[in-house]
């Protein structure tokens, strides 16, 4: 049970879900109950692929190789695994899809209906599975894991945590550093709800409220907009990512993980 102090709406930023939230949060919540099933099986003893994935830079070997590693030593944990993968010329730690969407939306009588398609989007497993394994690590290495936004502005942790993220961002797409942004600007103010996010089961009303509280009380995070779409599985991929990237650098180390 998560027990933490949040005020009630309405916020300034009111959240809504997708605009194809029926199809795209049908996949996003499959990849990632089946992210964190994968994710329980990973033992200590492959501390260095993880380190490799999760402290990686993104889009880039060695974390592609290391979740693509990780699933083949894994493989009866690993929903949909299929052996000749790599035949095919493709690595699970790239994106392993397990839904397209972006549905041109019909509305008619109250209802809206699917009636064509304007682009190809996808919802990587990789992503899921990653965020999960973050998660565990968090939850094994760093179990009372606290601080305030005192701690995280302080010009040393400020320094170490831009540095860290300014390596990501050479590698991130727009949209994963822009997303990054937003999630670890949410985090340094509101320190307390972020953690106790962490606590909760994924897409239940214990985190959704906490998430409403985050983003709904700080438009500063999202541009001044009144308005934002949030898909709750993606948001918490980044929301654990940010915090163990608040870890790091707070602790002042490369990893959370250690090596023997």
Known sequence: MVVVGVPDGPYPVQIHPPSNFGTQLAFARRASSDAHFFAKCVKAKDNKLLRELIDGRPNRYPRVEGMDELARDYSACYPGFDPFYAWKG??????????????????????????????????????????ALVEKVLSEYAPDLSFTSEQ???????????????????????????????????????????????????????????????????????????????????????????????????????SLIPLD
């Open 90 to 131: 493709k690595r699970y730690g790239e994106c392993d899809p397990r839904g397209e969407f972006d549905p041109i939306l019909e509305k008619k009588h109250g209802q809206s209906n699917v009636v064509g398609a304007r682009t190809e989007r996808v919802i990587c497993q990789a992503f899921y599975n990653r965020g």
């Open 152 to 254: 995280l502005f302080s010009p040393a942790v400020l320094k170490r945590f831009h540095e860290r993220e300014d390596w990501f961002n050479t590698t991130r797409t727009k949209q994963e550093r822009v997303y990054s942004e937003v999630v670890s600007c949410l985090i340094a103010i509101h320190p307390q709800w972020a953690l106790a996010s962490l606590k909760t089961t994924p897409n239940s009303d214990a985190e959704a409220k906490l998430r409403a509280a985050m983003i709904g009380t700080t438009p500063e995070c999202v541009g001044g907009a009144k308005q934002v779409e949030v898909d709750p599985f993606q948001f918490r991929v980044y929301l654990v990512d940010e915090i163990y990237s608040w870890a790091v650098a707070l602790r002042g180390t490369d």
